[in-house]
């Protein structure tokens, strides 16, 4: 049913050798506007200012989702059994998640009321070149495609591949950012995984023969949290962009004539935005937009614009209560900042693996050889232990030294 | 005489490990806004459009460059023995040789007379906060660090160092470049080619026990250069900013209204940048205006622009003479295609090693165990027969299919 | 004091990159027969059996142990500061700590009362090549060699190099293990570790910005016992040769006729073994051995040692009490299999890191930001996990399928 | 037909990630005891005399190569047409082609006039587990698979796949035999030439897009032979090996008694070997008979053995004519050495690529996109360069210093 391309296509990628292409679909939404923009948004914000090669994109993240989702419904004995439109539908779903990113993600979303979760459904359901080519496969083929990453697919296993707590966008993640990165901690065996994953019950298992690939993608997932993504110097760079965008909504209220030159923030901060004007909105025009806030007549969207172009981001401290954080606002504007914007408080806490309640969410389960499952922590000793153990947390706050 | 920096400092990458940092100087440069601008320009102008994970920075590859060219000086016999003054200005000039790239390299030519070469002088010799700093080593040290650039720093070594034909330059972009394209053609035994290197007669040259990992890196060389630097994908994104670039000059000339919006390109246009406009000329600015061009009433910096943002590229054909070329430009014109800017053509030719006549330039030569040294042509049979081998040449013509 | 060679020695390595030789006696050492012997040992017994690449030897991994601790006494602040008497002491040691093992080491020890530490010792004070060279440098040397692979030299620093819970042993295995078994468990960040680890109060310490590298080695630590030491085909290979070493004992009582070709282990089973026995001990004469021994008159030895040169192994059971041994050993014996030979039990059980009370053993200390040292287990909430988590245990027993 | 096993089996392998098996004739090759032998015949001979990773075994290579043949047949447009029959019997050679080698491969024909292809095709076509596994399938499939190994079965596609210039055995070496050694000179893109490879006129021929991997598959030759295969320490221990096995031979003759005790080497030296006996003849034996032989009666055979066991290797001189070899021999001889054994001429050449004249043997042939083929050296620049360069040659003696 579904149109094949003429030949295989492929791409090069230093994670999973090769993305390969068979079906249209795929292909002309690979070459679709809204997905190419994102080569224009880092997957990985404002990491490179700690990790400097971290400058890979959400666009080669989206194909690695896409490829691993790919060898799921054609490798895994129990996924294999998907009818065609399930497998497209979900390749499609894995390859389209990240479309409703905006500039550095997050930080972005103090801009904005609508969060990228948001955005994604509505490249997929409005007036885009992507869901013109979803539609060309049948009318309701684009909701198809947006229930997944809504996790509200019917069928269930569907929603587990995109999303469960082993999925094709964790795993691709944590290795290519291990990749970019140049550290070691996110890796973990792929193949093996592949290999021992199976279905039983409508619920993506693990064969007891992989647990320790499992545990070790834990512990990858554990490690590149603290060790990436919670990188105080990553968080700096977050801190600082937070407050630039909450300056600017400020003066958006109080004095908009500063910000007449700044057209791609405009609509966002009325709150008019349109698809055009989120496509527009990726990191080139975020980064212009800096340079001319940097040369702004705000004093402190000025400075801020500034810290984040030339990397003279704030220092940090550990907040140990709530005087420690009052101290800190007192000390900074004694020195004539405003500590609104010149003092971020941030808090990072984060268990690499939490069985949820049945019901509630989905769990890793472990198939064992008299054919039960069972979730993992009971299987796994170390697993066991960490969800037993204290949550590592870390409260920080971000200011620049006086 | 140089001021060290408090402790040791070191940042991960995944070509060198880390890049190990211990001059106060080399620290400030790294921190210097000019030189923290470089990790808004791609390393590999358009190449991400073929291999998508070649989004890495010239802030990545210069801290490589800088690597390297440390290692040398302190692990190399014979460059060891430098002054601690050659050994530092040849590490900032390391550091600082792309500081003048403009977005998209020898492309962005076409807006502007001025090389990046001619660029990189100016932000080391003039006002710029990369200036303050070699200034504060000593008056003439800016002048130092700028002649090495130049290849006419009076002690010729450091001069190779940073470009010869086994320069820390080249050894760091191949490997750099294979590193993030995926590819493993550009590898080579770096570790072997340090141990081997001597000096003799003020010249670097090889120990013939190193001979091989010369000849792989010639090699290493031929291979990136035809499937990555010059891959048809590559040149023709290339082709369209070229041909964009002499758009906007052209309509600076006939119809300069329709620019008014683009103030990141006027200054260029008018050929009246400052150093302030260079700074802000990164690939964000130019991609950003790239999107208002995408909306330009002008219909072909228009098409030009929304064919690199949604790299809706330019088809190709090997151009064997000169007819070839103007039937094509006849077949493009017929449909209503101005071939000015629809007919790029391009002509792609490279030796992996040449060897220069005695005082053109530098040769790479090996040490014999008799202490003699000779080009490497006349030791290596491998490299003698590519020296004497064809030149491998292509021509190719870039248009938009009918 | 100590003579360097003529020039830097390098050997080439795929864990290291190269091993370093500057001091002639380690150089003197490398080439004497009784470490050359250490290529005729396997450094993983039988684990070829179940990862075919894992045919590394003894060899390589002393030479690795080596340069781990020539890095560590050159790079770690703390350990820099040795005498030149104590780091050459260390890194001989470490280079030799490996020089008794016999064959398949474990499972030997069932001929031989003596554990392979005693080898060692014999080997570096007795009279033998080795002896001869440590003897050159003074009188002493040897001895001092001895007692830290004893782990009582007076400088207690070097006897945690060498053997710690986070020492050159276990780091250069590790990875050294993982790279010849082509897992991915076995890695870690050597290079963080060695930058992160200083001395304080006679302690080898880790910074606390290095604990999530040190983390991630407990983690690879957990995953190569299970995933690779305690593999069950490699026990069970492990278990037929102690069947069959126990076969050989009981028959030198019983009938020691049928071993009289059997040279290289007679003087084993009579405990009359002297160096130049143990010399000639290596796994190049245990296999020429097995072939003899699988055309032996005895049909039990036949029988074990053909197993063991075809890969015909045992099967294996997981043993909950007991009942469960005592069945499987009825049933072994119903089908004319001597339980003695043919029922082995073995238990393996592994915490990867368990803390030790004052006194009684090396710990891994983490070094504050305020200066003071605190245990690993009572600073990250991971190890602290899995301190305070269940013992992994596995208790199998190993017999031939009827 | 064929029979497929219970389940896919595989074993984990750094070179391909995994060996696939599925089926049971495979299955059962693998696990015959003459297949098991190969793990203890080293790949590469004395190379680990200089890499002293370079353990690995004939048993991993031989896995390798089958697994290449594997995907050839699965994954190559042209072959994946084969017959299950075809498909089936290239496998099995390919798995089995190695079967008949000796320790020490060359060196150890000097001892028996039979060459080690002749042992290959004997182990498959007499009374040996391997044949009687072969047979189980039908009466002439031995037959079959013997006939690709000797290049004479009547679908000449199988036999190149073994054995052509661009085949499974070369391949898999090259790319094992760097990992093993820990240099990168081996490495070539075998992911994109199984892309590339084509059917064509029943020859395996490449695409002309992925010439610049064949390419740098050539130059991997290239440096593997004159790196790693040619390096004179290798030559050297096999040098010694090679007088050795002549001393041997010569004892038989002048000498029987001095031999008596080394019952392993014998029926070679009398010409008088069986199947069981060459089964018996691997490394182990060869290895625990130098043991033996080095406390010989014989003062050559003594002290050549004792030479292999301690790495006590000659040194060696680049011959240019006859007189530099008479000269050595007679300072040799001058010094109390026999030169019979004691000089050892040894002359390595090679070409990386060489085309026949057709009809001859195997050529790399391109696939142009006109559909014609060309052989490689008149498509490529750089083939071509070396087809008409110099021939590398190096000639030397090897001898113990006085």
Redesign the interface.
């Known amino acids: 049913m579904f149109k094949k391309t003429d030949e295989l296509k492929?791409?090069?990628?230093?994670?999973h050798?090769?993305i390969h292409v068979e079906y249209q679909v795929i292909w002309d939404c690979i070459?679709a506007?809204e997905f190419?923009?994102l080569?224009?948004i880092h997957q990985l914000g404002g990491t490179?200012e700690v990790?400097?090669?971290a400058?890979?994109?959400r666009?080669?993240h989206s194909?690695g989702v896409y490829e691993i989702t790919r060898r799921m419904v054609n490798e895994v004995s129990g996924l294999k059994e998907l009818s065609e439109m399930d497998k497209v539908t979900v390749m499609v779903a894995a390859l389209l998640h990240d479309l409703g990113h905006g500039p550095f993600s997050h930080a972005f979303e103090a801009i904005t009321p609508v969060a990228h979760e948001e955005y994604t459904r509505r490249v997929i359901l409005e007036n885009t070149q992507i869901h013109q080519i979803l539609s060309g496969v049948s009318e309701d083929f684009p909701e198809k495609v947006a229930s997944i990453i809504n996790y509200t697919h019917p069928n269930d296993l569907l929603n587990q591949i995109v999303s469960g707590q082993l999925d094709a966008d964790r795993m691709d993640y944590l290795l290519r950012d291990a990749?970019?990165?140049?550290?070691?901690?996110g890796?973990?065996?792929l193949?093996r995984i592949l290999?021992t994953m199976r279905v039983k019950d409508q619920k993506i298992v693990m064969k007891e023969s992989g647990i320790?690939s499992v545990?070790?993608y834990i512990?990858a997932r554990?490690?590149m949290y603290?060790?990436v993504y919670y990188h105080p110097v990553t968080r700096s760079y977050e801190a600082i962009l937070h407050a630039l965008f909450q300056r600017m909504k400020d003066l958006a209220q109080t004095n908009p004539a500063v910000l007449k030159d700044l057209k791609?923030f405009l609509p966002f901060l009325k709150g008019e935005d349109t698809m055009q004007d989120h496509f527009?909105m990726?990191?080139?025009?975020?980064?212009?937009g800096f340079?001319l806030l940097s040369e702004s007549e705000d004093a402190i969207a000025r400075d801020l614009a500034r810290r984040l172009?030339?990397?003279?981001l704030f220092e940090y401290k550990t907040i140990k209560c709530e005087e420690d954080l009052a101290r800190i606002k007192k000390e900074v504007a004694a020195l004539g900042y405003d500590p609104t914007y010149y003092v971020i408080h941030d808090e990072a806490s984060q268990r690499p693996y939490k069985p949820y309640k049945s019901g509630e969410g989905h769990n890793i389960y472990i198939l064992r050889e008299d054919g039960s499952i069972k979730e993992l922590s009971l299987v796994s000793?170390?697993v066991?232990?960490?969800v037993?153990?204290?949550?590592?947390e870390d409260k920080k706050a971000f200011y620049p030294i006086g």
Chains 1, 2, 3, 4 share one sequence.
């Open positions: 492929v791409m090069r990628d230093p994670i050798g090769y070459n506007r190419q923009r080569r224009r490179f990790y400097h090669t400058e890979h994109s666009f080669a194909l990749y970019f990165t140049g550290t070691s901690y890796n973990f065996d193949e290999r320790h545990e070790d512990m554990y490690h603290w060790q791609m527009r990726d990191e080139s025009a975020a980064l212009y340079t172009l030339d990397r003279d000793d170390i066991n232990a960490i037993k153990g204290n949550l590592k």
